[in-house]
């Protein structure tokens, strides 16, 4: 093909250079090719969404709109980290890391407990109720765009942080009463569930990445304001849900008498709090591994590869655990959760041993991957079972503070990995630590009762 030249003059009287116009060209059939392979991957995803009565039940719209919400979070994630991780040292990096754990997670745990309560008193209904946590989430992360436009200003950044924090939680514990009441025939909630996962981790994969690019160009503000539009539209498809997501009549008479029904939560079935208990340990284990992770690989490097490629190699493993926990939580959806979490919790302290006695590629590779799919298989049980065990009329407060208690126990772990030493032997030997007396409690043995035993018959001798 011969290249195309433009041999004008210049005011200066110098020549243009040849322009090689195919290379132009071939640069524009790359990108539509790009849309269009884009645009065909969505048009099956959708079809695999509407599989099994999804599409009739009203289902397959809300995994849609929590697959965008979730790459909003994934957006704001993504300028958050960029600014108080990577954009520091790693003495400022901690510092920040625990400013934020403490500004956002303080009000947090006060807040949260209220939310199950304020959520069951709602008389418009839940479509209304997501749309609220959506529009109110694009309207902070354009206030992060503007914090973080001018340098942080923590005074703004934190505040506005909480806010998208406590929408987000608050769009979680309507978005889990609802899935039992769209579920279609067929089809069990940990499958119903296990749908919600895959989407919310392929969905922010892909906006991760685009968050990364956009700010590369054009800054975090304007990454932030793409986070934004993600939530609006996430907004508007919660008003094409169908009315049976805000129960029905008898749905809404019973959420006027929550405040009786939040009595009653005292009273958890036993089955509940196992599975919360595995839950958060396991959540636990996920706070921890993410944030000692990233400080312990910015100090040592995996095999060799660089501080990103470590780092790299972490975020993946998590991401490969997600949805292989999703998809194997999936196939054991008859299995009891208080069956399930015991060999859960065994293998993710199997995993961590290893990653304190053989600190490498292989052991952060395998723990990453097994921690995760470990939590996320645990998650979907619990879920299920407070779907299951929990009246309706008090199962938004089920899930607020299951909900809370699984926040608070990933910024417990992520706390102490935070404050420890950047030496894998001593961190991860400490998260195993923690991962045994959570086994030894899922197998019924009481860690309090036989410390204060020991410590008894220590003083006696």
């Known amino acids: 093909m011969a290249v195309e030249t433009d041999e004008r003059d210049r005011p200066d009287g110098r020549r243009y250079p040849p322009v090689d116009e195919s290379a132009g060209r071939l640069f524009v059939h790359f990108l539509v090719s790009l849309v269009r392979g884009f645009a065909r991957e969505v048009r099956r995803l959708r079809r695999w969404n509407r599989r099994g009565g999804a599409g009739r039940s009203g289902l397959a719209g809300l995994v849609e709109l929590h697959a965008l919400q979730a790459a909003g979070d994934a957006v704001v994630a993504v300028a958050l980290a960029g600014t108080i991780f990577f954009g520091a040292s790693t003495s400022q990096a901690r510092g920040r890391v625990a400013l934020y754990l403490l500004i956002t997670m303080a009000p947090f745990a006060v807040v949260a407990p209220l939310l199950g309560p304020m959520l069951d008193r709602f008389a418009h209904g839940r479509r209304f109720a997501l749309a609220v946590t959506m529009i109110a989430r694009a309207v902070l992360a354009v206030a992060l765009g503007h914090a973080l436009g001018g340098g942080i200003d923590e005074l703004a950044l934190f505040p506005a942080a909480l806010g998208v924090l406590v929408a987000g939680k608050a769009y979680s514990i309507c978005r889990s ?55 609006v539209l996430a907004a508007a498809l919660s008003a094409r849900l169908p009315r049976t997501a805000d129960g029905g009549r008898a749905t809404r008479a019973a959420e006027h008498s929550a405040g009786r029904g939040l009595l009653r939560l005292t009273n958890v079935h036993a089955d509940v709090g196992d599975a919360l208990r595995a839950t958060a340990a396991l959540r636990w284990l996920s706070g921890f591994l993410l944030l000692y992770g990233a400080f312990v690989l910015r100090h040592h490097r995996l095999s060799g590869l660089s501080h990103n490629l470590s780092l790299a190699v972490l975020a993946v493993g998590i991401g ?13 959806a ?43 298989m645990a998650k979907l049980g619990l879920d299920a079972t407070i779907q299951q065990r929990v009246d309706d009329d008090v199962r938004t407060s089920s899930f607020a ?11 417990a772990g992520g706390a102490v990995g935070i404050v420890l030493p950047t030496e894998p032997i001593v961190g991860f030997l400490m998260a195993s630590v923690v991962m045994a007396a959570a086994v030894a409690n899922a197998y019924g043995v009481k860690v309090t009762p036989l410390v204060r035993r020991t410590m008894v018959r220590a003083r006696a001798r």
């Open 177 to 231: 009463s609802a899935v039992p009441r769209l579920l279609p025939d067929g089809m069990t909630l940990v499958q119903a569930n296990s749908r919600l996962t895959v989407a919310a981790v392929v969905s922010p994969a892909v906006a991760g990445l685009i968050a990364v690019g956009l700010t590369k160009a054009f800054g975090h503000q304007m990454s932030l304001r793409f986070g934004a539009a993600l939530y």
């Open 320 to 332: 490969v655990g997600n949805l292989l926990g999703t998809t194997v939580g999936a196939r054991m």
């Open 334 to 376: 008859g299995r009891p959760t208080k069956y399930i979490a015991p060999p859960l919790l065994m293998t993710s302290l199997v995993v961590t041993l290893f990653a304190a006695l053989d600190f490498g590629l292989v052991s952060v590779t395998v723990l990453a991957v097994v921690s995760s799919a470990t939590a996320a």
């Open 401 to 411: 503070r299951s909900e809370a208690t699984l926040q608070l126990a990933w910024v």
